[in-house]
């Protein structure tokens, strides 16, 4: 699988590490936030004349800004598609291009998120979260759909599990910041029906 990323959203997959009376996982960052705290992104923003400031409280990336003062355009990203105003100070388009090899019985999903979930929830509470879920989800408790899976069941196992990690990013949000919230969305893909993962 090839996973092209230009931003400072995540991909992460979900893996089953087996043993045990209750299956554990363990994820995998599949791509790097880009953002000017990446000393070779911020690097390439200050040569091409930009200028970078700390972050405002921790939790939060560095800025990248057109002017020293920090009056002209303020952004979190080192890429991104269609920033025509940070350009000129190296803020580029270009995304980076990973590959991981997917492996049959074992990766159980993929996790897409935008970086409004990712600023207050680590990758691994997101990922342990998504899983109890949609384990509930195929126990019934949302019409046993489960991690893969077929039809509605299925379906709405995976969108309750995407309901209670953007519900946990907003409380994080409330909590630390107030009344702001910057962009959450997530989406989930299975990779194995559920049946498939019980037989082992």
């Known amino acids: ?15 089953h590490l087996g043993g045990g009376g209750e299956e ?3 994820s995998v960052q599949l791509t790097e936030d880009q ?3 990446v000393p070779e992104e911020r690097e390439r923003i200050l040569g091409m004349g930009g200028f ?12 990248v800004w057109l002017d020293a003062q920090q009056t002209m355009v303020g952004l979190a990203m080192s890429r991104s598609l269609g ?3 940070v350009k000129r100070v190296g803020v580029v388009p270009d995304p980076v291009v990973t590959a991981w ?3 049959r019985g074992t990766d159980l999903f993929l996790l897409l998120a935008s970086d409004g979930i990712w600023t207050f929830v680590s990758t691994d509470e997101a990922v342990e979260l998504v899983h109890a879920e949609m384990a509930r989800g195929a126990g019934g408790g949302r019409q046993g759909g ?17 309901e209670a990690l953007v519900s946990l990013a907003n409380a994080r949000w409330a909590h630390r910041v ?3 919230r910057d962009d959450i969305s997530a989406l989930l893909i299975a990779l194995q029906p559920s049946d498939k993962r019980a037989s082992g």
Do not use: H
Not at 146 to 162: E, F, P, R, W, Y
């Open 1 to 15: 699988m090839w996973v092209a990323n230009c931003g400072d959203s995540r991909a992460v997959a979900a893996a």
């Open 24 to 26: 554990e996982v363990k």
């Open 35 to 37: 953002t000017p705290d």
């Open 52 to 63: 970078v400031s700390p972050p405002p409280q921790p939790g939060l990336s560095s800025r």
């Open 83 to 85: 920033d025509l105003a």
């Open 101 to 103: 090899r997917l492996t």
């Open 146 to 162: 489960g991690q893969g899976g077929t039809g509605v069941g299925a379906a709405a196992a995976l969108a309750g599990a995407c």
């Open 178 to 180: 107030g009344v702001y």
